[in-house]
């Protein structure tokens, strides 16, 4: 959905079997890692980069944030509950970060249009994204 929209995807995953061209045949790249505290080596993430983070359980979303706030990103959301996202901020506070960096963040991610399907939750984080751009001009994915 994210090519629609003028927004390049790179799909980043420790599962060969999710991260395919398969399942994500418009993504300008795919990478399968095997440690998420590297996500983002080798790849260009500067002021026009937007991070959306959404791992499999949430069990790395918190290493995901830590390097994402490390990168000079627009955009950067996060899914999950207001909960989660607490105990992975009160986490990252803990190991330095600030918080006016949790600040920038979107999380929950997306636009509050009661989505529930994977679909609508898509359309939600696009819409978000969208949005973003619209409010910040100059910044194009």
Do not use: W
Request: proline share 4%; charged share 25%.
């Amino acid at each position: 959905m994210a090519h629609l929209t003028d927004f390049p995807c790179v799909v980043i995953d420790d599962r060969e079997a999710f991260a395919n061209k398969d399942r994500f045949p418009h993504a300008a790249d795919i990478r399968v890692l095997d440690d998420f505290s590297r996500a983002f080596e080798g790849l260009t993430v500067d002021k026009n980069a937007y991070i959306v983070i959404l791992t499999r359980g949430h069990l790395h979303d918190q290493t995901v944030l830590e390097q994402a706030l490390k990168t000079q990103a627009a955009y950067i959301g996060m899914i999950g509950s207001k909960t989660k996202k607490q105990q992975i901020y009160d986490n990252l506070i803990e190991n330095g970060v600030s918080e006016d960096q949790l600040a920038q963040v979107y999380s929950p991610i997306g636009l509050k249009i009661k989505a529930e399907t994977p679909a609508e939750i898509a359309v939600s984080i696009i819409g978000e994204m969208i949005k973003f751009r619209a409010e910040h001009k100059g910044l194009p994915a």
